[in-house]
């Protein structure tokens, strides 16, 4: 005979390991957008040491276990976000396509996304994380290695193109920082076309000069 079922303030059934329980993870659509932007906004305001799955969880009103079940591991979560982050400066390959100079372009386009308040601070957030933590730093350069810096080497017709893309690059980033990070003047408060036409010849030849 089939023994009866137990009293209703029995021990309840093993819960199934994977994706939490729907009561406890409160999934529904956009969830994961909602947790990729939670995230974004966690590790910009706390920097990735002290940023955890468990506060990207609470800031998005899920369970931490619905977090590692969309995103993985806390680097791969940081991953997502930088992509999100970098997603305006991620278009620059199609943007050099055009026609002009292609040092002065690139100038152009990455000074564009600088000097947007929206797409800077993220950015600014990011560069803290990678200069302070060793897999933050790691996952931004595989990030922009991949999506940005060998795209754009492709399309060049010099010898160590990807060498030239990542000296002009670093020419950027360099500029960059004492810009908006470390905020030295003058570079500081020069005028953005200013700083284009003095750097433009330089990322010109790195980029076409044999």
């Known amino acids: 005979m089939t023994s009866p079922p137990g009293p209703p303030g029995g021990t309840p059934a093993p819960r199934r390991r994977g994706r939490p329980a729907r009561a406890e993870s409160a999934e529904g659509p956009g ?42 591991t806390k680097e791969q979560v940081f991953e997502a976000a930088i992509e999100l982050t970098f997603a305006p ?45 060793d897999t933050a730093a ?11 810096l060998q795209r754009v080497a492709g399309e060049l017709t ?18 960059a920082m004492l810009r908006y990070l470390i905020k ?5 408060s020069a005028d953005p076309e200013e700083i284009i036409a003095m750097v433009a010849p330089t990322l010109q030849r790195y980029l076409t000069q044999p």
């Open 138 to 148: 790691t996952v931004l350069r595989k990030l922009i290695e991949r999506r940005l």
């Open 184 to 188: 030295m003047e003058p570079v500081a």
């Open 89 to 133: 400066a991620l278009t620059m390959p199609e943007a050099l396509s055009g026609g002009g100079e292609v040092g002065e372009r690139m100038a152009r386009f990455l000074f564009g996304v600088w000097e947007n308040p929206v797409s800077r601070q993220p950015l600014l957030a990011v560069m803290r994380s990678a200069l302070t933590n």
């Open 31 to 72: 969830t994961r957008e909602r947790i990729l932007a939670a995230a974004r906004t966690e590790f910009a305001e706390r920097g990735y040491d002290k940023t955890s799955v468990r506060g990207i969880g609470k800031a998005a009103g899920v369970d931490a276990a619905l977090v590692h079940h969309y995103f993985g």
């Open 158 to 175: 010099v010898p160590d193109p990807e060498f030239r893309v990542q000296l002009a690059a670093s020419h950027l980033i360099g500029i």
